[in-house]
């Protein structure tokens, strides 16, 4: 399809079905249908997605999947798992799925992901065996991993998330930013004869992880000497030349491959803290969990398609409803990082406004992603959510045992998540405030009053996704149900979902700008700059 997908006549039907549903609320919809939930929900493989609480109808999803139809989804999605580079303005494939499926990409790529996986995972049992030691001898108890972004958010949220299945005496620690403080409230509590670091980039020239990485081996080196760097070092890159000037090892490198986008890296040697920290049996539990769900997409017909009906449902609130944001609640502490996560996946994947084609979109993409885990996110930024002026799409994502299988304990839990999104959709009317405040005795003043303030619009669309509890298998799932919903998306948009040029022209200027206010800076509003930092250099000097 050349074009913008806004020109399709099946665009066309949605935008007019968007019109009329804004005419009808949630509870007029659920009262026209009172088997709704069975219409509208899809359980599968461990995972349930109940999706009645959004503002759809059968006539909706129908020209939604033709859409997907019409964009030629089910050949993209084959495109993608084949290997073809699908990644145009960067002549590359997406080829993530490859590590952790073997029927994605080709025979010679699945050679190479083995040969990786074989050593990572020997690596990983020497360290955690024991065998592998640091330079004065000792056992490593204590892995830091320097990288950012993609480097950084998967490997962080997994370690995080499966802290209950951690095994083999060592900590995970992640430093990231380049202010450097993580870094430094490490090295005043870790020993470093004890410290192995894991410098993780996959271009090797990322400024926040090149300034970390080198304060990391300043203190390697001093407190053990410069011959102990290569023994406390190893690094995750495919620039080789990077890695010979900081003095990797040879034998202590892991490769990365142009077809892995940092934010869909967890999978390959970027997970290497995890598997440090998890162990390998672990580590490739998360990997058939999500190459579970990659066969799923692969093969489930649209309609049963658990990634393209959450794509589709994401498309129609974004570009059709218009909801600015979509808030990730997972209610599960575990999955506390999951919302930052998600952030980078779906931002930095299709924050775009130019089609493949080049031409400018006229119709909203990717939503503003946050989040926190319920029910704290409940008694923060629930008020807004419930009776502002804004609307946010919303997705409940919740287990249904805790991390150490209890049940019971989960109950509130599920009682909380469930009893929120009922209060979302339906809200409570004048009437039955009123009511309420009636059979609590108030007076008929106080009634008139209070109601407007104790109105709920709802009205506000939810999808809940339940599954068994949170461990490596419903991760390594959960991640990438999400990376396929994404890419749905993405394809629907008609952008690509791989690359990320926004994040360049930073970059860019910042190597340009020296706080010694010495060189000249250049480019438009540079005098407001230089303002900037003679602010900082006078003030710092008071
Ligand atoms: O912020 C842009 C970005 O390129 C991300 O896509 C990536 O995950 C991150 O920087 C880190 O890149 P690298 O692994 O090359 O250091």
């Known amino acids: 399809m050349t074009g913008l997908v806004s020109a399709n006549p099946v665009w066309k039907s949605l935008a007019l ?18 088997q709704r939930w069975r219409h509208f929900h899809l359980e599968l493989d461990g995972w349930l997605y109940d999706y009645s609480r959004q503002h759809i109808t059968e006539a909706i999803l129908t020209d939604l999947l033709r859409l997907a139809g019409e964009v030629r989804l089910p050949e993209r999605i084959a495109a993608m798992f084949r290997g073809d580079a ?8 997406a080829l993530h799925t490859a590590l952790r499926s073997g029927f994605a990409g080709s025979a010679e790529i699945q050679k190479e992901v083995r040969d990786s996986r074989r050593a990572l995972s020997s690596f990983a049992a020497e360290v955690r065996a024991g065998t592998q030691l640091g330079f004065t001898g000792r056992p490593f108890r204590h ?55 894991i410098v993780c980039s996959k271009t090797f020239t990322t400024q926040e992880t090149q300034a970390n990485a080198r304060a ?12 102990a760097v290569p023994k406390h070092f190893v690094a995750v890159s495919t620039n080789a030349a990077a890695m010979d000037a900081f003095g990797v090892a040879p034998d202590r490198r892991f490769t990365m491959w142009d077809w892995v986008g940092g934010r869909y890296s967890v999978w390959s040697a970027i997970g290497l803290v995890a598997e440090l920290t998890l162990g390998t ?27 393209v009906l959450m794509g589709l449902i994401g498309v129609w609130n974004r570009s059709f409803l218009g909801l ?44 503003v992603v946050w989040g926190e885990p319920g029910s704290n996110a409940q008694h923060s930024f629930f008020q807004m959510l419930h009776q502002g002026t804004l609307s946010a ?36 009317n004048a009437d039955e405030v009123a009511a309420s405040m009636q059979a609590a005795k108030a007076s008929e003043a106080d009634i008139a009053r209070l109601t407007p303030h104790r109105v709920h619009e709802g009205n506000r669309p939810s999808s809940v996704l339940l599954y068994g509890e949170t461990n490596a298998r419903s991760l390594g799932g959960l991640l990438a149900l999400y990376e396929h919903k994404i890419f749905v998306q993405g394809c629907i948009w008609g952008i690509n979902s791989f690359d990320q ?13 020296s706080m010694s206010g010495k060189g000249p800076i250049t480019g438009p509003g540079s005098a407001a700059v230089a303002e900037l930092i003679a602010y900082v250099n006078r003030t710092r000097a008071r």
């Open 393 to 428: 799409a919303l997705d409940f994502i919740a287990p249904l045992r805790n991390s150490w299988g209890d049940a019971l304990a989960q109950d509130l839990a599920l009682s909380n998540c469930f009893a929120q999104a009922q209060a979302f959709a339906f809200g409570l």
């Open 216 to 227: 990391a081996r300043d203190w390697i080196a001093s407190r053990l000497g410069e011959a």
């Open 143 to 197: 892995v830091v991993n320097i990288g950012i972004g993609g480097s950084d958010l998967g490997p962080l949220l997994v370690c995080d998330a499966l802290r209950a299945q951690y095994t083999g005496g060592i900590t995970p620690h992640f430093v990231s930013n380049v202010d450097r403080t993580q870094l430094q409230d490490l090295t005043r509590q870790l020993d470093p004869a004890e410290t192995l670091i």
């Open 324 to 367: 600015p944001t979509l808030a990730v609640l997972p209610y599960d502490q575990r999955l506390a990082r999951l919302p930052a996560y998600l952030q980078q996946l779906d931002m930095e994947s299709n924050g775009k406004s130019t089609t493949l084609s080049g031409e400018r979109v006229d119709y909203a993409t990717a939503p």
């Open 501 to 513: 040029f926004g994040v360049e022209l930073g970059k860019k200027l910042a190597a340009g700008i």
């Open 17 to 34: 079905q968007a019109q009329a549903a804004a005419r009808v609320s949630l509870r007029e919809l659920f009262a026209a249908d009172d």
């Open 86 to 93: 699908i990644n145009l303005t960067e002549g590359r494939a």
């Open 281 to 307: 049996t672990v580590f490739e539990e998360f990997l058939a969990g999500a190459s579970a769900v990659d066969r799923h997409f692969s093969q489930a017909p649209l309609e049963r398609n658990l990634p």
